[in-house]
């Protein structure tokens, strides 16, 4: 057996034991895809490699409602940011709707999720932002935009979508 056919037997079972020790629930692999569609601040869709349309939830924030204050400069922003682009979809979960959630960033930029918190349009979602790792960050980010008076931090008592969702009802 050659040197490089047991390396390539050795990274197999590597990525073998790994796979085992992972969970069952563990997040699909990252991908790029293409922006095709805007359905708000926080909920884009994306064109993947097999051409299939995939709707995604960006991770541990919340954008206001369309019909909010800076709801439709919060969609404005992210068309902007990604419509048309090629962007890389880091999947953490899928929703109770079937929507990839997701770390969503343009190559060589910062990640929406966070970037949307730091211009003041979107909110650390607290009831679906578990990981500490990014949700400590985006927490800072917010403080950062609320300290700044950025975007709906202009307002003097901007109302969560959450809160704002429950008094439509």
Same mark, same amino acid.
């Given at each position: 057996?050659?040197?490089?056919?047991?390396?390539?037997?050795?990274?197999?079972?590597?990525?073998?034991?790994?796979?085992?020790?992972?969970?069952?629930?563990?997040?699909?692999?990252?991908?790029?895809?293409?922006?095709?569609?805007?359905?708000?601040?926080?909920?884009?869709?994306?064109? /993947?490699? /097999?051409?299939?349309?995939?709707?995604?939830?960006?991770?541990?924030?919340?954008?206001?409602?369309?019909?909010?204050?800076?709801?439709?400069?919060?969609?404005?922003?992210?068309?902007?940011?990604?419509?048309?682009?090629?962007?890389?979809?880091?999947?953490?979960?899928?929703?109770?709707?079937?929507?990839?959630?997701?770390?969503?960033?343009?190559?060589?930029?910062?990640?929406?999720?966070?970037?949307?918190?730091?211009?003041?349009?979107?909110?650390?979602?607290?009831?679906?932002?578990?990981?500490?790792?990014?949700? /400590?960050?985006?927490?800072?980010?917010?403080?950062?935009?609320?300290?700044?008076?950025?975007?709906?931090?202009?307002?003097?008592?901007?109302?969560?979508?959450?809160?704002?969702?429950?008094?439509?009802?």
């Amino acid at each position: 057996m050659s040197i490089i056919q047991r390396l390539s037997s050795i990274v197999n079972i590597s990525l073998a034991i790994v796979a085992l020790a992972l969970p069952a629930s563990a997040a699909p692999p990252s991908y790029q895809a293409r922006v095709v569609s805007i359905a708000d601040g926080d909920t884009i869709t994306v064109l /993947d490699a /097999d051409n299939r349309q995939v709707k995604i939830r960006l991770y541990g924030i919340d954008c206001p409602e369309k019909r909010q204050p800076y709801g439709t400069r919060a969609r404005q922003a992210t068309a902007d940011a990604v419509m048309g682009k090629t962007v890389n979809v880091h999947p953490i979960d899928t929703d109770r709707y079937g929507r990839t959630v997701a770390l969503v960033a343009v190559p060589g930029r910062e990640m929406l999720n966070g970037w949307l918190v730091k211009e003041g349009l979107a909110w650390v979602y607290p009831q679906f932002c578990r990981r500490a790792d990014i949700c /400590d960050r985006l927490r800072e980010l917010e403080r950062a935009a609320k300290e700044g008076k950025k975007g709906l931090w202009q307002d003097k008592e901007p109302v969560e979508p959450w809160v704002w969702r429950k008094g439509k009802r």
